[in-house]
């Protein structure tokens, strides 16, 4: 079992940044896709960028490149997301989210609530005009 907890939400205006963690409990880089995901109410949640196990190549949803980078370190046990360009549209519950590689590295299956296993709790980002 992995434990996951983000951090680093918050306010923040619209054109600035912020930088949001996920920590958790081993390390995760050899077996898991690493991934954030985002919800706002009435719609599903949306994957958004993943950085996957061993190599460390990253996708991103198209609504968020270019403008957010996901990253790990720490022994590879703290996911980040940094975030730029924020737009008011950007505002969700940002989730981690952990899955084994045979479930995510399929195609867009990162993206996939169904691919992952662990799920962080979230952490609320709101970007104000």
């Known amino acids: 079992q992995v434990q996951l907890v983000e951090s680093g939400g918050g306010s923040v205006q619209a054109g600035g940044s912020a930088r949001l963690s996920c920590a958790a409990s081993r390390d995760t880089s050899s077996s898991y896709c690493m991934t954030w995901f985002r919800q706002v109410p009435g719609k599903e949640r949306e994957g958004i960028a993943v950085i996957y196990p061993t190599n460390g190549n990253t996708n991103y949803a198209d609504s968020v490149k270019g403008r957010f980078t996901v990253s790990r370190d720490n022994g590879d046990k703290t996911l980040y997301l940094q975030m730029n360009s924020l737009k008011p549209e950007d505002t969700a519950m940002y989730y981690c989210?952990?899955?084994?590689?045979?479930?995510?590295?399929?195609?867009?299956?990162?993206?996939?609530?169904?691919?992952?296993?662990?799920w962080g709790q979230g952490t609320q980002v709101t970007v104000s005009a």
């Open positions: 989210a952990l899955g084994l590689s045979s479930k995510c590295w399929i195609g867009d299956n990162w993206a996939a609530t169904s691919a992952y296993d662990f």
